[in-house]
């Protein structure tokens, strides 16, 4: 079992920049792909990066390419993602998971756990 908890939301203007946390309880934190998704009113729940268990490998969603960066430290039980050059379109309630599959998943339905998310709010 895992429980995950995120923070760091807020409000910033445009082309600001957020640093999001989340935190793992349990022992296994290290044996879990971590990913963030996020989700806006009245649209599905959008995948943004993954995290391989060990922090080699990172995968992204085409829309935050070379804006976003995930990270984690085993040693704290913690995945982040650093979002730099924010737009009004990244606004939306963002969630971490963790997913057993060894593979790169980008799709909700294989991730085990979430956490409860944090709003992310940029204005124009």
């Known amino acids: 079992q895992v429980q995950l908890v995120e923070s760091g939301g807020g409000l910033v203007q445009a082309g600001g920049s957020l640093r999001l946390s989340c935190a793992a309880s349990?022992?296994?934190?290290?044996?879990?792909?971590m990913a963030w998704f996020r989700q806006s009113p009245g649209k599905e729940r959008e995948f943004v990066a993954r995290?391989?268990?060990?922090?080699?490998?990172?995968y992204y969603g085409d829309s935050v390419k070379g804006r976003f960066t995930i990270s984690r430290d085993n040693a704290k039980n913690t995945v982040y993602l650093q979002m730099n050059g924010l737009k009004p379109e990244d606004t939306a309630v963002y969630y971490c998971?963790?997913?057993?599959?060894?593979?790169?998943?980008?799709?909700?339905?294989?991730?085990?756990?979430w956490g409860q998310g944090t709003q992310v709010t940029v204005s124009s």
């Open positions: 998971a963790a997913s057993s599959t060894l593979v790169v998943v980008t799709t909700p339905n294989r991730y085990d756990y």
């Open positions: 349990g022992r296994t934190f290290s044996s879990y792909g």
């Open positions: 995290i391989s268990r060990g922090g080699g490998t990172t």
